[in-house]
Each structure stands twice: as structure tokens, then as C-alpha cells.
């Protein structure tokens, strides 16, 4: 069974970091590629950051690029998401996905987790 879990989500000031973990289990990780998403109160989930199966080449939204950087530990099972110089706009829960290889479509999420920037 596949199952992703994130966690470091919280309660920052803008300006500040966070550091969002992806762990994942049941999958051969380094098979999928993998990617953070990020929905806000009243607003549609929106792609924020991908990262391909090797952690090789990089992806993000213009609205992160240079904030955030994704990065992946595949002998960990594991994907990050280094959140700097946070603002109030980028509060949302964030969830991380898996793409399995040859397919279009993220089919594994994780439940989420609530990052929150005070102003």
C-alpha cells in the first residue's frame, strides 16, 4: 500500500523557513516522480515545486521559484521542501504526490500539512 506522509508544516513568521518533509513507503520511491502542492483557504490546489525520479532536474511555480527548493533522498524514501523568506500569500496546507513513471497524472497523495505566515 502506498502511502506518503509529510510533516514540518507550522507557524512562521514571514520571513522566516520552514522545511517540509515527504516520507513515503510502499512504493519504489525512485521510481516516481515526485512534487508539492499547495492549496489556500477558498482557492484551487496549485502545482508549487516537482522534482524528477533521479532528483536531477527541478520544477517550481513563478511564484516560489527562488524561495523554495525541492530536493529528494531516494535511499531515504524521502522529499523535501526548504521554504525561505515565507510570506502571509504562501499559507496554505501543502501536500506532497507521486507520478509514477510513464503516467501523466499524480496518483499518490499525502494527507497534508498546514504551514501558516503570520504578517
Known amino acids: 500500500q502506498v502511502q506518503l506522509v509529510e510533516s514540518g508544516g507550522g507557524l512562521v513568521q514571514a520571513g522566516g523557513s520552514l522545511r517540509l518533509s515527504c516520507a513515503a513507503s510502499?512504493?519504489?520511491?525512485?521510481?516516481?516522480?515526485m512534487g508539492w502542492f499547495r492549496q489556500a483557504p477558498g482557492k484551487e490546489r496549485e502545482f508549487a515545486a516537482g522534482?524528477?525520479?533521479?532528483?536531477?532536474?527541478?520544477y517550481y511555480a513563478d511564484s516560489v521559484k527562488g524561495r523554495f527548493t525541492i530536493s529528494r533522498d531516494n535511499a531515504n524514501n524521502t522529499m523535501y521542501l526548504q521554504m525561505n523568506s515565507l510570506t502571509p500569500e504562501d499559507t496554505a496546507v501543502y501536500y506532497c504526490?507521486?507520478?509514477?513513471?510513464?503516467?501523466?497524472?499524480?496518483?499518490?497523495w499525502g494527507q497534508g500539512t498546514q504551514v501558516t505566515v503570520s504578517s
Open positions: 522534482i524528477s525520479r533521479s532528483g536531477d532536474s527541478t
Open positions: 510502499g512504493v519504489a520511491f525512485s521510481l516516481y516522480d
Open positions: 504526490a507521486g507520478r509514477r513513471i510513464g503516467l501523466s497524472q499524480y496518483g499518490y
